[in-house]
């Protein structure tokens, strides 16, 4: 057998196996093999009439019934890609739909390229929603138009940079006429068909992150039609790019037509996004801890909260798929990690998150999060549970996946972990820690449905309810607030975790500019606070500030805080603790459960006592108040032991 590096030339075909139990029947040396049914029309596809050609198929490459082959040759499965001249994307058999959206992205494909939104993928976003602003109608445009044409003629007598920029502002405005529907030919995008194209199983498989990603050259195929990486990509980002613009609308063009309702309601193929750009994350180098970041933050249903995760069918491969694609996969296989069917699920999820923490990842126990139940046994509570989807933490991760933004400072200090085993192996970490507060009272919502499962249309109404509850909250202590607006201001930190998004959609500490906002957001609570004491000393806040409480209290000042609290409540339960303190952690935390301060860490983490003296990780938390550090001096650290 000839090595890798000795291998004729050859393509690599990337699908998604689709339903198990859905196969038909090849001949391969006069044997019939069984295959899955997606991966046989690729075959009959994609085989040429005339002569023939070498392709390296998983399933038919790998004895897919002895774990030792498959474990070795999976860590040679990104070599494979890698070395292929080409990478076959399959993404399934093609239809009218399908066929009219890879046509449609070809042709917006190759003009996106041009404006180069195939190398940076954020080239339109500050300047499309300027556009945006300034001309909120199609007539204004014409003039724009206009004006920009004479200024491309006089710009002769300037160097040649200015020129070949504002030619690719032309670039840029026309393309910009064309997805809003400004421009005569109507080159609007037809979302139906592009859910029906991005939306395929191929783009939720965490197997093709790293097929895509090391490739050289990539086709997109769908039935009998073929698209080029890179214009794909392009078109895909100028979705992305448009899709932010109209979420920006709202001071410009106050409610949004049927076609950008449809752009809100999309989605945004986030997942499409992620592969079609997969180049970036094999260029920027991403650390194994970095790529469980971008694959394991998500949910069940796309059109509710967090986008990103990418399923496979051995919750294994959630780690495995990635290693080859990892920066840092020698020092983890050094240390054990490295693909192995004979362990169980609970080993590699254990054995791996033990190691990350010994690399200083303390932040990683911000993905422990409440387990569903599940097939592979129960993991450690300090352990995150990969296969699950995992909600976004309260800090969100820069571009490189390993910077938190922004940054809290609970304990600035160097993280100490040990990792405890025995004869069944690990089994228990221990970590320097203080316990600082304990959880008196979580907050309640018996009308909400699980939040695993609600669609997004439900959790509109959740901000007046989530204010007014946590409102409620801190007349269950005896708080130290001067005055209500001191009250309502510490409501509105603790309800978006002390984190904001600006004007720019940077993520931010809260400031003082929040109180303007909740108060608004107040008037529309009104209805939900039940205790008559709470409800009058509120209206008198209001009338002190010259507040209308009317019907149409939810005015714009108040959306930026009413969307940004939809996403924290999702999996969130908001708590008070003994010393008066608001707080924020999933929706598994108790009453008598521990505030507890670790070193390292940038956040608070609430711990539950167990008979043996020991804890279970039960959240990460915001606790209002002790996020910068405020209870370090004179706090003694001792060992926690986390089982």
Not at 471 to 494: N, P
Not at 517 to 545: G, M, P, W, Y
Request: include cysteine.
């Amino acid at each position: 057998m000839p090595r890798a590096t000795e291998a004729p030339p050859y393509k690599a075909l990337s699908y998604a196996w689709g339903n198990a139990n859905t196969n038909r029947v090849i001949l391969v040396d006069d044997i019939g093999i069984r295959i899955p049914e997606n991966l046989f029309n690729a075959l009959i596809t994609l085989r040429p009439s005339k002569s023939p050609i070498l392709m390296w198929v998983d399933y038919l490459c790998i004895n897919q019934r002895n774990d030792i082959e498959k474990a070795w040759q999976v860590a040679l499965m990104g070599d494979i890609y890698e070395r292929a001249d080409q990478v076959l994307a399959w993404l399934g058999c093609g239809d009218s739909e399908s066929q009219r959206a890879i046509e449609y992205l070809d042709e917006l494909g190759a003009e996106a390229y041009s404006c180069g939104f195939y190398h940076d993928l954020h080239i339109g976003d500050a300047i499309w929603l300027k556009w945006a602003q300034l001309y909120p109608t199609c007539s204004d445009p014409l003039m724009f138009d206009l004006i920009l044409t004479q200024l491309i003629q006089a710009i002769g007598v300037f160097p040649p940079i200015f020129m070949k920029l504002a030619k690719l502002m032309k670039k840029l405005w026309n393309l910009f006429c064309k997805i809003n529907g400004w421009d005569i030919e109507g080159k609007c995008f037809p979302i139906p068909e592009m859910k029906n194209l991005l939306e395929r199983r191929w783009f939720g498989r965490v197997w093709v992150l790293q097929e895509i990603a090391l490739s050289r050259e990539a086709i997109f195929i769908c039935g009998t039609l073929k698209i080029d990486r890179e214009r794909l990509a392009a078109a895909v980002n100028v979705y992305q790019c448009f899709t932010k613009v109209v979420f920006g609308l709202a001071s410009a063009w106050k409610t949004p037509n049927r076609y950008h309702n449809q752009i809100i309601l999309s989605g945004g193929f986030f997942r499409a996004g992620m592969m079609t750009n997969a180049t970036q994350i094999r260029l920027s180098k991403f650390s194994l801890i970095s790529l469980l970041r971008l694959t394991c933050v998500g949910s069940p249903n796309l059109r509710k909260h967090g986008p990103h995760h990418l399923d496979s069918g051995d919750p294994r491969d959630k780690i495995f798929a990635l290693l080859g694609l990892a920066s840092d996969r020698k020092e983890l296989s050094e240390k054990g990690v490295n693909p192995n069917y004979t362990k169980s699920c609970q080993e590699v999820y254990t054995l791996t998150t033990s190691v990350l923490l010994e690399q200083g990842h303390i932040s990683l126990l911000s993905f422990v999060q409440p387990h569903r139940s599940s097939t592979y046994g129960n993991l450690p509570s300090w352990v995150p549970d990969w296969y699950q989807p995992i909600t976004e933490p309260l800090q969100i991760f820069k571009d490189d996946h390993i910077t938190l933004e922004p940054e809290f400072h609970a304990s600035n200090l160097t993280p100490i972990v040990k990792t405890n085993r025995n004869a069944s192996g690990i089994h228990s970490i221990s970590l320097k820690g203080y316990t600082c507060d304990k959880i008196h009272s979580v907050g309640s919502f018996p009308k909400r449905i699980s939040s695993w499962d609600v669609p997004i249309e439900e959790t509109f109404s959740w901000p007046e309810e989530w204010l007014a509850e946590i409102l409620r909250l801190t007349y269950q202590t005896r708080c130290s607030f001067s005055s209500f607006g001191e009250r309502l201001h510490a409501v509105a930190r603790a309800s978006l975790g002390g984190v904001r998004l600006d004007s720019q959609s940077n993520v931010v500490r809260t400031g003082g500019e929040l109180l303007f906002e909740a108060t608004h957001l107040l008037q529309a609570s009104i209805r939900c606070v039940k205790d008559r004491r709470i409800k009058i000393k509120a209206r008198k806040f209001l009338a002190r500030n010259r507040i209308k409480i009317d019907s149409d209290a939810a005015e714009i000042p108040s959306m930026g805080i009413r969307n940004q609290m939809i996403g924290r409540s999702l999996k969130r339960l908001p708590f008070i603790t003994a010393a008066g303190r608001l707080g924020l952690g999933y929706d598994n935390i108790q009453a008598g459960d521990v505030v507890a301060i670790i070193r390292g860490a940038q956040v608070p983490y609430i711990l539950r006592m167990q008979r043996t003296g020991k804890y279970t990780l039960v959240s990460e938390a915001y606790v209002d108040g002790i996020m910068d550090g405020e209870t370090l001096p004179g706090a003694t650290f001792t060992w926690l032991d986390i089982v």
